[in-house]
């Protein structure tokens, strides 16, 4: 190798290093996640919120204190797997009800190892209905079911996208007595069970 040939070898591992340092600040500025700050976060940019309309929404309205849950008619009772009716048709429930439950998402659930929901188990009884309150900086669902990859999901219940401090409400009249596997749809991961009796 001439003279020439050493002197761009090392102009190009220059160039190559002022690239990667250049990129990395660029990346660190615009793609890292902020806490409580989703737009610039590498997997969900510009999240906006959907509008809903008078009784299509899963999701709690706290100001008129009126919300929508769906749940399948006459289930055989098992987490939304192959025990599901597939293709019952969803049952709407319009009027709040006090909770006789708590399930809470906690702040750090969208994160991989880190609780996901609390309690991950959850019992009640049939007809009881159970508030799902969103503490995370992340939309979250409460989705029946044991992923996305689960034919049934969202068959048995859904909240729908639980926006960051909003929280929803899952009505369990329309269950039958049985374990009802359940995750988040945007986060499969985050998975639970509520036990109905």
Excluded: W
């Excluded at 090392?10 to 615009?30: C, D, Q, R, S, W």
């Excluded at 709040?96 to 009884?125: C, D, F, Q, R, W």
């Amino acid at each position: 190798m001439g003279s020439a040939g050493k002197t761009a070898f090392i102009a190009i591992l220059a160039l190559g290093a002022i690239t990667g340092i250049v990129m990395y600040y660029l990346f660190e500025a615009f793609s890292m996640p902020t806490p409580g700050i989703i737009n610039n976060s590498v997997d969900r940019s510009e999240l906006t919120e959907i509008p809903s309309k008078e009784g299509s929404s899963n999701i709690m309205d706290e100001d008129t204190a009126t919300e929508t849950t769906t749940a399948t008619e006459g289930s055989g009772g098992g987490g939304g797997g192959a025990n599901a009716t597939a293709g019952a048709p969803a049952a709407t429930t319009t009027s709040a009800a006090a909770a006789a439950a708590t399930l809470t998402i906690p702040m750090g659930a969208s994160t991989p190892g880190n609780p996901a929901y609390e309690p991950a188990s959850l019992t009640v009884k049939k007809g009881d209905a159970i508030d799902v309150v969103n503490k995370d900086s992340s939309p979250h669902t409460v989705t029946s079911g044991t992923g996305l990859e689960d034919p049934n999901a969202g068959k048995m219940f859904d909240t729908s996208i639980i926006n960051a401090a909003a929280s929803a409400q899952i009505a369990t009249a329309d269950l039958e007595a049985g374990e009802y596997d359940y995750h988040c749809s945007v986060h499969p991961f985050m998975t639970g069970k509520i036990t109905v009796q």
